[in-house]
């Protein structure tokens, strides 16, 4: 034992005194030990050095400290607080923050629920909506405040990220060599199709510096919201990534604990709040989550110690990832699917719940109508347009764009979802072209429901994109469609039985 190590016991024994700090609780990982007193948290690093980190000094302790502080304040301000000193006083006892001489420091930080993380709200059940649609916009929040990479290099470390984890799955020999060659085989396949595309991003300022570790876990519900905490600080190069990688992680978790409608909502409001560039590099998420996938499973592998060395439940997880990132590396080939109908039929609840089931993973990129022209006259997306932002001509533009996006999406690999009205031929015709262009299947689904109901469905919209009132409605009856061409869905009920028809008219024009 080393000397700081033999002082960190002392520490560590003082901090759990039942006298001094009852009902104190100690929760250890392999590089910090965080002690919850109260409605504190004190988070030491541990004196060991590893491959990736050395907290092997108090000075470089300290700095790592310094560093967490830095990183985390800005995505947690509610829970990161300050460095504070542990000191031995003149009578030998040891304080936290007191006026002796320092022998270790701490980052500071408010306790929360434990049980508020995205991955214990994950084991409880689907987790809702409305969150994974913050949990999106925290995301791409923290991306549009981090730091750009000043080198563009990041591309050319995934060829040993890749041979990292191959090596890291083969300890304990508790999963097939065979498998593991074949999961790095394909990721190194697939890296050299996108590396291209990698290369680019970097030069357009995407590598940045993120979080880097946002797995469920890191992500806590506090005030309802979701805050984004415990980012990379040990290595500024680890957590120095394309935001797309970044978000993978979460994407790739969400997955792990089936929570496909969430993790699906989360792309497709991270790619709502971000650049348009994104849709050009889905392609790269197969390979993303699947790497991702691959750490997981690494860490787990990793707490198969004594007198764990045997745990079945840490093996069912390890498992879990591996065969994750196995199935990730391997995407279906995409497919678009075209929603029309008039306003009120439910286009865009079917192409929400639709759109996680449509591969690959995790589930189609939804483009709509309603967002596309308010993102046109540049408004917000519950803001309303004047009747002029109706016009056929500005309609036919949104269409243009519609499938523009879509094209931008299927080309990439991934698939689509189009919601809009779908009210005129020509506009069906270009979706159709489209699918042939893009050699992928169309599945058209129109939907059709009476006055009254999709009249009633708009007046119980709150805070939608859609500007469409009852009077529009009514006024829709007279459009003069023709032969529509797709599957004609009965929409008039739930939107459960909306959902099963528009599957089983998909799975028959298969």
């Not at 994104?278 to 007198?307: E, T, W, Y």
């Not at 865009?348 to 719940?353: E, F, M, P, S």
């Not at 109706?390 to 990439?412: G, K, N, S």
Request: glycine share 6%; net charge negative; hydrophobic share 40%.
């Amino acid at each position: 034992m080393t000397e700081d190590s033999a002082t960190q016991e002392r520490i560590f024994a003082a901090l759990t005194d039942p006298a001094e700090h009852p009902g104190v609780r100690r929760i250890e990982t392999h590089a910090a030990s965080v002690f919850l007193d109260g409605e504190r948290a004190l988070k030491i690093k541990r004196a060991v050095r590893f491959p990736f980190l050395d907290y092997s000094t108090l000075e470089k302790r300290k700095a790592a400290c310094e560093e967490e502080i830095r990183i985390n304040q800005p995505l947690a301000p509610q829970i990161y607080h300050r460095v504070v000193a542990i000191t031995e006083e003149p009578d030998g006892s040891i304080r936290v923050d007191g006026r002796g001489r320092p022998i270790e420091y701490a980052v500071d930080m408010s306790r929360f629920d434990e049980n508020r993380t995205l991955d214990h709200l994950a084991k409880a059940g689907p987790l809702d909506a409305d969150l994974a649609s913050a949990v999106a916009r925290a995301i791409a929040a923290s991306h549009a405040a981090a730091t750009r990479a000043e080198r563009e290099t990041w591309a050319s470390s995934i060829p040993a990220l890749i041979d990292g984890n191959s090596n890291g799955l083969r300890n304990g020999n508790h999963l097939k060599t065979a498998e593991i060659e074949q999961l790095g085989n394909a990721s190194h396949e697939a890296f050299l199709h996108i590396r291209p595309l990698l290369e680019e991003r970097g030069g357009q300022g995407f590598v940045r510096r993120c979080h880097g570790d946002l797995h469920l876990a890191n992500i806590v519900v506090i005030d309802e919201q979701p805050v984004l905490f415990d980012a990379i600080e040990f290595d500024a190069r680890i957590a120095t990534v394309d935001v797309l990688y970044d978000l993978a992680f979460t994407l790739m978790d969400l997955l792990r604990h089936d929570q496909p409608l969430a993790a699906n909502t989360v792309l497709n409001q991270y790619l709502t709040a971000t650049p348009l560039e994104n849709l050009d590099a889905l392609g790269a998420l197969p390979l993303f989550m699947s790497v991702r996938a691959a750490i997981r499973a690494q860490v787990a592998l990793a707490r198969l110690k004594p007198p764990h060395s045997d745990d079945p439940g840490i093996l069912d997880e390890t498992r879990r990832y591996f065969d994750l990132a196995r199935a990730l590396i391997h995407p279906s080939s995409p497919r678009l699917i075209a929603v029309g109908g008039l306003s009120g039929t439910g286009k865009t609840v079917l192409a929400r719940a639709l759109a996680p089931a449509v591969t690959p993973a995790p589930g189609a990129v939804v483009l709509r109508s309603d967002i596309v022209r308010k993102q046109m006259f540049g408004v917000k997306d519950t803001d309303r347009l004047p009747t002029s932002a109706y016009q056929p001509e500005v309609t036919q533009r949104v269409y243009e764009t519609l499938a523009q996006h879509a094209r931008r999406v299927l080309t990439q690999g991934h698939s689509a979802i189009v919601d809009g009205i779908f009210a005129r031929d020509f506009e069906r015709d270009a979706f159709s072209a489209l699918a042939r262009e893009c050699n992928v299947p169309l599945s058209g689904l129109f939907l059709v429901a009476d006055l009254t109901t999709r009249q009633a469905r708009i007046g119980s919209r709150q805070r939608d994109a859609s500007d469409a009132t009852q009077e529009l409605a009514a006024l829709q009856e007279h459009y003069s469609i023709g032969h529509v061409g797709w599957a004609t869905i009965d929409a008039s009920g739930t939107p459960e039985r909306t959902l099963q028809n528009c599957r089983d008219a998909i799975a028959e024009g298969k």
